[in-house]
């Protein structure tokens, strides 16, 4: 497997002042607010914008990307001005990582807007300094404080690319205006798989044209095609602006690498490593652990489950249904042995929520449990089978160590829903009620709405989609694209999930009791 993107960090100028073994010396390090002057063209740019990602109490994650070798300068302040320094750090953009730097920013103050400023240096003797851009994030309370995030995913889907005369990614734009504290991308941050063509014809007889690039032109197979799916993206002018405004909880589902893959039986022409692992798959994990500002775990590189503790009232479990999942497709005839979180993630999740005090538990998912598919978990009706095990095991554990407040949230399936578990209708019964809530796509085709199996109880309690009569792969255009809004209150800790569309109309809400008197999951109130 690919490791994470390496960076080199510090919080002082010792530490800023130290030489890259693999670079010339920089010749100096001045305030960020007066860089040195050269013509433009020999300055290193900052191309493709500034992400912040994977924010705590005390500290996130920064990154950018340079033309050319540099070393990234980053400061960060709770003024605009930037009038105090609160914390500086460096990091080098380098070949090998396609110019990407990322910076764990630590030591900040909790339930405080950071303002942060990002340029990169020129390594030649002169250190000529480039362009400087601002961005912002928000860190986690410390104290019970009202929460608004947003969920979502499924970006530049079916050929749908950036159309700059039909708004791009307008979604990205919509999602900016409800600025929320944080976003989490629940995968489908690209179709590597899905070549981005010129034109479109529309239903309606209007032509989609897309801006096209090189490596987009092309199902992606090279680390160079990987990497330019990311670079496609950050061409969006609403993307961009959302990423140096809104720190993002990034997790992946299949097509960052390709359409249903699991760890082994995908592969290009290359094959496989001495350790048995597809060297594609390694390709586009280091592509994706270069362009998304996704924290290391020590020890376990490339590892993307995790936990992101947000204050009392949220943690956000990010879980990977890819990487540790069997190979085979999801058939009821099929006896073999089955997973889609796997021994190990299973085991973490579980401690991990059995540990956790907060009020909420958000599991943010890339795929949902109940929805019918041979790619996923859902067989149809009927006791549990094959992957539907490993969700039994985690419900029925999270009713015996008594785990309240427990909130699934997931993309993938290209239209939104909101599905009610309930043992009262389930054929396995051994759990508490809980909530799903589906959402996407960001800017990909729409499809129609998919069949429930019986397994745990859902019932859809709302769900939008395209209609039989507009046909699957609806284009972003028609206005069925949508992202999730979750609003946790300080003072009483209700959630009030809101399903909303591209023009920011609020298609169907709930109002959800955490109480620990309520029953689980209890609805207070559903707007529609």
Known sequence: MAIAVGVKQGLTRRHLLVRSASTLALAGIGGLARPCLSRAADRPRIAGGLQSGDVSIDSAMV???ADRPARMQVECSTVESFKTIIRAASSDALPEHDFTSKILLDGLPPGQDIFYRVRFDDFGEAGTSGEMQVGHFRTAPQARRSISFVWSGDTAGQGWGIDPSLGGMRTYRTMLDNRPDFFIHSGDHIYADCPVPSEL?????RIWRNIVTEEKSAVAH??????GNYKYNLLDDNLRAFNAQVPMFAQWDDHEVTDDWSPLGTADETGYAEDGSSRLVARARQAFHEFMPIRAIPGQAGRIYRKVGYGPLLDVFLIDMRSYRDSTWNKRDDDSETCILGSVQLAWLKRELAASDATWKVIAADLPIGLISEDVIALGDGPPQR????IA???????????????WLTADMHYTAAHRYDPNRAIFDDFEPFWEFVSGPLHAGTWS???LDNTFGP???????CSAEQGENLAPCFGLQFFGRVDIDGRSGVMTVTLKDVGNRDLWSVDIDPRPDARPGRMLAQHI
């Open 201 to 205: 014809k529309l239903p309606d007889g």
């Open 387 to 390: 992957r539907e095990h490993e």
């Open 459 to 465: 019932a859809a309690m709302f769900q939008k989609g």
């Open 449 to 451: 709405p998919g069949e």
């Open 393 to 407: 095991d985690l419900l029925s554990f999270l009713k015996r160590a008594g785990v309240r407040n427990t909130v």
């Open 63 to 65: 990154w950018a990307r």
């Open 222 to 227: 090279s680390l160079a095609q990987f990497r």
